[in-house]
C-alpha cells in the first residue's frame, strides 16, 4: 500500500496547481505499477521527453506547459527532434521542425536547462556518487547508474518530466540499494590487451553484454586495462540498445565494483558466461548489415561526441579531405561543440569537409537525405538503430576506420585486431 | 489464466507473440503499427489492433512516446501482454489515458503462462486481469 506524504497528497488535490497535479497523478499510478510503498525525493532530472515523436509528444508538453507545471529540480533536457539553429543545412521537413521547435519551448516553459544533449554527463554539472536522480534516455541511465553512481530507474519519456515537477519518484528498482547487485557474471577469457586498449571493443563488448543480460544487471570481469569513461560511455549506449541495461558493473573499474564480490553484493550470479574472441567476434558482425564496400555517409557521435572524442578525431583528419559523394557529419550538443570550436578542434573537420549537427541526431530528427543508403559508424547505437529508424544499411568500424573510409570514398576496415 | 494488472482494460484480438523483447523506438512504427526492427523476429508484422504478447520492452526510453504516438493514430495493439512488470507500456498506456482517455490493457503473466502463448489463438482480456486465450 502507498503511503503518501503530505506534500504528495498536496499536489494530488492541485494545491500546486494542475499541472503539478497531473504530473503527480502519473507518478502514483507508476508507484503502483513498480509495487512500490512510498515515494523518494530526487535531487535533479534529465529528461528525455524532449524528442519529438508527433503531435502526442507535443500535446503531452503544451499540456503540463499550459497547465503551468514547473520543474522541482535542476532538470536538463535530452535531444529534441531538430537542430534549432542548423536544422535549414538538411532536408527536415519545416513543419516537423515547427513543431519539434514548439516542443523545445514548451519544457524550456517549465524551466528545464536547455542542454538539449543525449550525454549530459559531458557539459552539464554531474549527479555524485549515492545521488537519487530522475533520467531518461537509455545512454544516460546506464552511465548515471554505472559509471557515476548515482541511482535512477530506467525513466521513460514522459515520465521523466513528471518526476522533475513534483521531485518525487516510486521508491523502487535501482534506487534501492539491494536492487544494484549484479545478476548475469560474463567473465571475459582470452581476450588480448592491445584490442581491449582499442575504442573499438567496447562498443561491440557492450552490444554483446545487452544481449547476454536482457533486463538483468550484468557484471563484466577481466578488464585489465583501464577503461576511459568514452569507452565506458559507449559499452553502456550499447548494452542499453541490444537489451534492457540500466547498470552495469565492471570490476576494477566501476565504482560499485571494487571486487567481484561487492558488485554481486555477496550473492549467487542467477548464471555465468564466459566471453572469448569468437564470441565478440560473432557480436562485432552484428553491428554490420552492408555487403560490399559501398558507402554514402559516415556518421558518428551516439552517444553526443564527447570533447575528447573531438581532440581524438581531429588529428586523425589533417591532411585528408572526404571524398564528395561521402558525406560525413558528427552530432554533438551546442556545449561541447562550443567547447570544440575554442579548442580549434573543428577547424580540421570543416578542412575535411565534415559537418556538426548539435541539438539531436538523425535518429531523432529527419534530416538524412533519400540517397543516404548505406552509413559507417562507430557507435553501436547508430549501428544497432540504424537498418530500422532510417531504413539504411550500415558498417561498423573503429574511429580510424571510419575517417580511413570517407576518405578513401568505400568501406576500409582494419581487421589486424579482430582477427584470428 | 490471472495475470497482473497494470493498465486495466478489456479487449479481445487475434494475438501476436514473440519471446523476444522489443524496443518500440526503432521497432514499431506508430502510424501503421508495423514492427520495424529488423532484428526482431516479429519483423514486417502488424501489432495494430491485435493482442502483442512480448516479455518487456527493451532499449531506448523513447519506447513510451512511440507508443502514445501510436494510440493517437489508432495504431496501437488492443493490448499487451508481458511476462514481466513492463514500467515502460504501464506508463505510455497511464499517459494516454490522461490525455486521450484511451488506456490501452497492459497484463504481466507468470512466466509459463506468458510461454504458453506462443500457441497463439484469440487473446480476450478482463477488466480483473483474467486472460482466455481460444
Known sequence: ?420 | MQGRVLVAGEASAQLLYSDAPLSFWGGYDAATGEIIDRRHPLSGQIAAARVLAIPFTKGSSTTTAVFLEAVRAGAAPAAVLTATPDAFLSLASIVADEMYGRPVPVIALAAEDFASLAEGGIATIRGDGMVIVE
Open chain 1, 1 to 420: 500500500m502507498l503511503q503518501l506524504t503530505d506534500y504528495d497528497r498536496a499536489l494530488l488535490e492541485g494545491e500546486r496547481g494542475p499541472g503539478a497535479q497531473m504530473a503527480m497523478r502519473i507518478i502514483v499510478r507508476m508507484a503502483g505499477v513498480f509495487g512500490a510503498e512510498r515515494l523518494l525525493d530526487i535531487t535533479a532530472a534529465h529528461i528525455d521527453s524532449t524528442i519529438f515523436m508527433g503531435d502526442a509528444t507535443l500535446e503531452y508538453a503544451e499540456r503540463l506547459a499550459g497547465l503551468g507545471a514547473r520543474v522541482a529540480v535542476p532538470s536538463t533536457t535530452n535531444v529534441s527532434g531538430v537542430d534549432e539553429h542548423g536544422w535549414t543545412e538538411w532536408p527536415v521537413p519545416p513543419d516537423w521542425a515547427e513543431k519539434a521547435r514548439r516542443q523545445m519551448d514548451a519544457y524550456r516553459r517549465m524551466g528545464c536547462i536547455p542542454c538539449f544533449t543525449c550525454a549530459p554527463y559531458q557539459s552539464e554539472p554531474r549527479p555524485a556518487f549515492g545521488q537519487q536522480i530522475a533520467w531518461g534516455e537509455s545512454n544516460a541511465i546506464a552511465f548515471a547508474n554505472s559509471v557515476l553512481g548515482a541511482r535512477t530507474e530506467r525513466y521513460p519519456d514522459l515520465l521523466d518530466i513528471c518526476a522533475a515537477i513534483t521531485g518525487r519518484v516510486p521508491a523502487a528498482g535501482l534506487h534501492l540499494t539491494e536492487n544494484r547487485a549484479g545478476q548475469i557474471l560474463i567473465r571475459l577469457d582470452g581476450i588480448p590487451k592491445a584490442l581491449q586498449a582499442d575504442d573499438s571493443f567496447y562498443p561491440v563488448l557492450g552490444h554483446l553484454t545487452g544481449k547476454l543480460a536482457g533486463e538483468h544487471i550484468p557484471v563484466i570481469e577481466g578488464i585489465t586495462v583501464q577503461a576511459t569513461e568514452d569507452q565506458l560511455k559507449a559499452l553502456g549506449a550499447a548494452a542499453a540498445s541490444s537489451g534492457a541495461v540500466a547498470l552495469f558493473h565492471v570490476v576494477g573499474v566501476t565504482p560499485e565494483a571494487p571486487t567481484l564480490e561487492a558488485a554481486l553484493q555477496g550473492r549467487a550470479p542467477l548464471s555465468s558466461i564466459a566471453v572469448g574472441m569468437p564470441q565478440l567476434r560473432a557480436a562485432r558482425l552484428e553491428l554490420t548489415t552492408a555487403a560490399g564496400d559501398g558507402l554514402d555517409m559516415v556518421l558518428l557521435g551516439s552517444p553526443h561526441f564527447s570533447l575528447a572524442e573531438f581532440r581524438q578525431l581531429a588529428p586523425l583528419l589533417v591532411g585528408q579531405v572526404r571524398r564528395p559523394r561521402v558525406r560525413f557529419l558528427v552530432t554533438t550538443s551546442r556545449a561541447v561543440a562550443a567547447l570544440a570550436e575554442r579548442g580549434g578542434l573543428l577547424e580540421p573537420l570543416r578542412r575535411f569537409g565534415g559537418q556538426i549537427t548539435v541539438d539531436t541526431c538523425p535518429l531523432a530528427s529527419p534530416m538524412l537525405p533519400p540517397e543516404i543508403r548505406t552509413l559507417m559508424t562507430n557507435s553501436a547505437k547508430y549501428a544497432y538503430y540504424a537498418p530500422g529508424l532510417l531504413n539504411t544499411q550500415v558498417v561498423y568500424g573503429s574511429l580510424a576506420d571510419c575517417v580511413r573510409s570517407a576518405a578513401a570514398g568505400r568501406v576500409v576496415r582494419d581487421e589486424r585486431l579482430w582477427s584470428d
